[in-house]
């Protein structure tokens, strides 16, 4: 029962954290591998939170008036064609090479998440349709294979190219977000339960937790407690990476 209660708890820092900015998933990831999952599964099981999660935080934001559909659908089934293909490999690669491969990506998103700039993008036009459009869909069918393989630090990524592409603010840019990753966990979650990657007793328990944070993080402002947050992440990222590359 402790264990459960310690994993909603997570949980509800995890769709906190991924709604608002990303990063989540390094939270979680680590509770279930260190509660006896093999890697695979732990991915697997994730997901299924991850889906939960994000349906939920897109109605979050919609009770907000947020939304860029049929923007983000565009972008959702480009990036679940690529999900497929990177949960695949997920589920095909060894255990220890998963490891090392998740701990080096764990670095490099910390890396990410220091060196990152502030944006000042408020004022700018937004561009969602031609030639911007076509980028983006191309673009996140490759985010989407990295998000299908482990959905670290995907949120990141998203929030980079969406301003900075399609000049989004960072409110419609986590709107967006949100609405992609909830299409493309659904072609994940399919990948992994076919495969028999996916304890669903732990994955509903965490998607609990999941939820709770992505509601309330969807409907509050943008960026608030950045600093704490990057810190925990880090701490956790660095933990993770150790255990996973020399034990």
Known sequence: MLEYLLLIGVGFVAGFVNTIAGGGTLLTMPVLILMGLPSSVANGTNR??????????????????????????????????????????AVDIKGDTFN??????????????????????????????????YISIIVFFFLGIYGGFINAGIGFMMLIVLPYVNRLSL????????????????????????????????????????????????R???????????IFVVMMICILSIKLWFF
């Open 48 to 89: 299924v939170a991850i889906l939960i999660q994000t349906a939920i935080g897109v109605k979050g934001f919609q009770s907000k008036n947020v939304t860029t559909y049929p923007f983000s659908l565009y972008l959702g089934i480009s990036a679940l064609l690529g999900s497929l293909i990177g949960a695949q490999i």
């Open 220 to 230: 509050w402002s943008v960026g608030k407690g950045d600093r704490l947050v990057k």
């Open 171 to 218: 409110v419609k840019s986590n709107a967006t977000k949100v609405a992609v990753v909830c299409i493309y966990t659904i072609g994940a979650v399919f990948m992994f339960a076919l495969n028999d990657k996916v304890n669903w007793k732990l994955g509903l328990i965490l998607a609990i937790g999941n939820a709770s944070g992505a509601w309330i993080s969807s």
């Open 100 to 133: 090392k491969i998740l701990s080096i990506i764990m670095v490099l998103v910390v890396v990410m998440i220091l060196v990152s700039p502030k944006m000042q993008l408020s004022e700018m036009i937004e561009r969602t349709t031609g030639k911007y459009l």
